[in-house]
């Protein structure tokens, strides 16, 4: 060991000096040349270096051993000056310093120094040098003497130990894992690495002192475990150097997880003599290995669960593949059958097996499995869904087929075979329908549409189109498209009564007109309702058009001969009456004769006539307005509706009766109240109609004893309408006749023309009002006339 080497060298040192003062002694006592011999025998033998510089820096003396370490022969050493020839430039100056000072006496030689020499060779080594002083007779300093020993492999031990003592601590003060050292029987730390304080909490200090208080930290649950494992440990045989993992309570309460090792460390006679460890704060590691075993258990569970959900789900898509109504069959691209669900036999009618590995051109008969063929190639190519309906004969019957082609995976095809033999009959019986349909609508017609109002499309039946007088392929039909082919007078009120049925779920009838492209007009009945769906929402119109134009000629054409029969009648009435208006006329014209006489006499007295003539006027216009009457009457004329009060016409009627009523002395009563008096229709006509049945009802009297009354009430009716009785007490209608009274052509009168009471009925319905007979009034008859207070809306 260094430490001992040196102290040997001291030791040898001294005895040296020992002799040195020996061989002086002796000298002084004259026994020189024998100590002479021995010290220089000495000088040789020495194991160290001895050098004698005089006092000028000069080497006066050097043994082997001395030429050996500074690589140089004596002769080469001997004489030179030792610092500028064997010290390093670094310590030099220095050196040859102390040693100045050393021969002016300022300085007490050191027992023990140590620099640095230079060799020859220009090598560098450490010296431990042991100085004494060279000293005349006169006690005079003559130079030194000095014994160096060579420490260079010492110095380099040192070196080298403390380096390596510095890179331990280095290393044991920054790894993360705790470092300690202790005795076999761990009753001692010697070391123990900062990292202690880091998982413990506790100071190394405190471990030093008490070597066990570390064990004070362990786990409850497991300090035995720790303790037994010391034990076995202590015992110094190899053993396995892993404790097993343990907890300790930090001091601030928290738990960490530990690992660590330990190693028995031997001296050189095997001896136990450390034991070292290292331990790993491994609670982040324990928490993410727990956190990962979850997990993996979490997926474990998972993976689990997805499988089992996986094989129910394959399960039931199996079941529902073969639960499916339809054939499949799934196809790679050369047609060949790969897999099919279990409804193919009631489907495919084969002759042959299906089987995985089929073809199937060979499961349908010729032209179909070329065709089917065809249409998988198709589909690989455009991956598009192809259809294609098939007939074959089943049982001696044949059935339609719809096979469905469709891309599956990238290279397989899925080919879906239904049985469409009830849709196809079906189809083809709605065709059927639909043509018969359409010869229907067309004889009547009467076309139908729909009005999708979800999405607003307007859907027409080819009659529609007919009556419009529009071409299905070039008419954009919409909404807004329809109501433009509607006459523009009529336009509005079609689009109010659209409205109104949209807005309040009201069906409707309506008459318009329409404009053809072509410029015709033609009339149309229109009829919708509103279909709604569950949820009451209004999802579509349904209605019908009907091509009225022949029945509105057909009508127009009645109305003509209606007007025309009104005419003649008129003109019968008027010549039943000829005696009553002759009477009517002559009265004023004889009285207007009898005052114009009686005026001219006046003005021959020179009288005044001014009354006179104020009773001509009055007579002259009562004239006037019988004819101007009787004008209207005879006068052709057509069916004009407008509102009048009922009761000027009751009046004008009942003027025209005026003699007959007065001649066959029957009483009028009219009982009228003015608020219900407006109707709406053809004045004359209504005129024609009540002097009609004032006529009959005054015939019907002429007979009967009196008092004869005719009763002429107006009242509000049902409906908008305004009723007017004329009742009689005339003879009264024969219950037998009463089924035939409106039947033209029929009488019970002489002379009668029998179609007062018919016409009366169809002017009164052109008119949109109703008349009937009630056997109410009891003597005689009672005809109920009713009439419109407005305009129709149809
Ligand atoms: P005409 O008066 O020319 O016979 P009408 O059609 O006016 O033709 O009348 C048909 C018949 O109805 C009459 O012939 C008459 O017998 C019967 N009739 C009509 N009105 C009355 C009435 N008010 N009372 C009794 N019979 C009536």
Redesign the pocket.
Known sequence: MPESTTFELLEEVKSLRQRVAELERQQAEGNRSKADDLACQYFNLAGEMIIGLDANQTISLINERGCQLLEAEESEIIGKNWFDHFLPDSNREEVRDLFRKLIQGDLMPVEYFENVVQTAHGSLKSIAWHNSLLKDDSDRIIGTLSVGVDITARKETEQALRESNQMFRQISENIKELFWVCSPDWSEVFYASHMYEVIWGNTCQSLYDDPRSWMNSLHPDDRDLIEREIKTKSTGELFNPDFPRFRIIHRDGSIRWMLARAFPVFDENNQMTRIVGIGEDITRRKQEEDAAIELHQELERCVEERTSELARKTAQLQAMFNAIPDAVLVLNRDGVVVNFNSQQKSILILSTDLRIGSRIESLLPGEVGNQVKALISRVEDTRQIETIDYCLVNRGENRWYRARVLPYLSDEILMVIEDINHRKLAELELSTLHEKLSEAQRLSHIGSWEWNLQDNMIWWSDEVYRIFGVKKECFVLNYESFLQTIHPDDRPQVAQTVEQALEHDLPYSIEHRIFRPDGEIRYVQERAVLKKNAAGEAISMHGTVQDLTERHEAARTAQEYRDILAHASRLAVMGELTAGISHELNQPLTAIANYTAAMKQQLVQGRDVTDLVQKIEELSLRSGEIVRKLKSMAEKRTQQSILFNIRDSIRNALELIQYELRHHQIEVKINCDSKFSAVYADRVQIEQVLA?LFI??V??MIDTPIPRTLTITVSPAEDSLIRVVIA?T????PAD?VDH?FTPF????KG???????LSRSLVEAAGGRICFSSNSKP??C?HLFLPTRQSVQ
């Open positions: 009609n009959n009802a015939e019907a009689d005339g003879s009264g209608v006749f009274l029929t009488t019970n009168k009668g023309l029998g179609i007062g009471l018919s005689g008859a005809f």
